[in-house]
């Protein structure tokens, strides 16, 4: 069974940049094989959609608000999904969750979280000074 792991998250002040990185256990790269996205869920709000790129195409689609600021990515030399993260606000703050489909959604359907059965356990960035 395929595992989802985040780790990167941390304490950072407003403006810094953070790299987060999901690695998938139980199977050896999945990023090319599943649509792969990044969610996030600040305190006391509801889970919601930062980034997704695309199994085939690697098409991406990210939340309005957080266009050029975040990138969403694969590395296959390390196995990971990445999301470069900069010029983090107070608001960026949240739980950031790395999930996956092993279905070719289209992109009308990426920032849906019903479409996603994998989930990894998530990783706490916290912006602050």
């Known amino acids: 069974q395929v595992q989802l792991l985040e780790t990167g998250g941390g304490l950072v002040q407003p403006g810094a940049s953070l790299r987060l990185s999901c690695a998938a256990s139980?199977?050896?790269?999945?990023?090319?094989?599943?649509?792969m996205a990044w969610f996030r869920q600040p305190p006391g709000k509801d889970r919601e959609f930062v980034a997704a790129?695309?199994?085939?195409?690697?098409?991406?689609s990210y939340r309005d608000s957080l266009k050029g600021r975040f990138t969403i990515s694969r590395d296959r030399a390390k196995n990971t999904l990445d999301l470069q993260m900069n010029s983090l606000k107070p608001e960026d703050t949240a739980v950031y969750f790395c999930?996956?489909?092993?279905?070719?959604?289209?992109?009308?359907?990426?920032?849906?979280?019903?479409?996603?059965?994998?989930w990894g356990q998530g990783t706490q960035v916290t912006v602050s000074s």
């Open positions: 139980g199977r050896a790269f999945i990023a090319y094989s599943h649509t």
């Open positions: 790129i695309k199994r085939t195409s690697g098409g991406t």
């Open positions: 999930a996956a489909s092993n279905r070719g959604l289209i992109t009308s359907s990426l920032a849906q979280t019903q479409q996603y059965e994998i």
